[in-house]
């Protein structure tokens, strides 16, 4: 943290992270196919998504310990669901090599970041 106290979800840098890769993902299973639209599509947007869901929950029951460990925990496996899901999109064919890295490598510092979260939890109440 840069000593301001946050206000916001929306300023963790976890946060913003997961909505970039949230992005990242959205954008690039447009153009995966039409056959996947109801299954590794929405699997991987799905969860995704579910990173950033999790940590604004968590920021909402920060004043909660076991709450905000639930939801920063939460976030955690929804990352890793994601990591599983772009490693098959790799195998399949969907993304290139060079697109599942820089995936994974985004999913590895939120990763990260969480993790420290998860240490420090006092920190954010």
């Given at each position: 943290m840069n000593g301001k106290p946050i206000k916001s979800f929306?300023?963790?840098?976890?946060?913003q992270k997961a909505c970039e890769l949230d992005l990242l993902i959205f954008?690039?299973?447009k153009s995966w196919p039409k056959e996947e639209r109801y299954s590794l599509i929405d699997q991987v947007r799905r969860s995704s998504r579910s990173i950033g869901a999790n940590l604004?929950?968590?920021w909402a029951k920060r004043r909660y310990p076991a709450h905000f460990l639930s939801k920063l925990s939460d976030a955690d496996g929804e990352l890793q669901?994601?990591?599983h899901w772009l490693e098959r999109a790799s195998e399949y064919g969907y993304l290139s090599s060079e697109q599942c890295i820089e995936m994974i490598e985004i999913c590895k510092l939120i990763g990260a970041m969480l993790g420290k979260m998860l240490q420090m939890p006092d920190s954010f109440s």
């Amino acid at each position: 943290m840069n000593g301001k106290p946050i206000k916001s979800f929306r300023e963790l840098s976890v946060y913003q992270k997961a909505c970039e890769l949230d992005l990242l993902i959205f954008r690039e299973t447009k153009s995966w196919p039409k056959e996947e639209r109801y299954s590794l599509i929405d699997q991987v947007r799905r969860s995704s998504r579910s990173i950033g869901a999790n940590l604004a929950e968590a920021w909402a029951k920060r004043r909660y310990p076991a709450h905000f460990l639930s939801k920063l925990s939460d976030a955690d496996g929804e990352l890793q669901e994601t990591m599983h899901w772009l490693e098959r999109a790799s195998e399949y064919g969907y993304l290139s090599s060079e697109q599942c890295i820089e995936m994974i490598e985004i999913c590895k510092l939120i990763g990260a970041m969480l993790g420290k979260m998860l240490q420090m939890p006092d920190s954010f109440s």
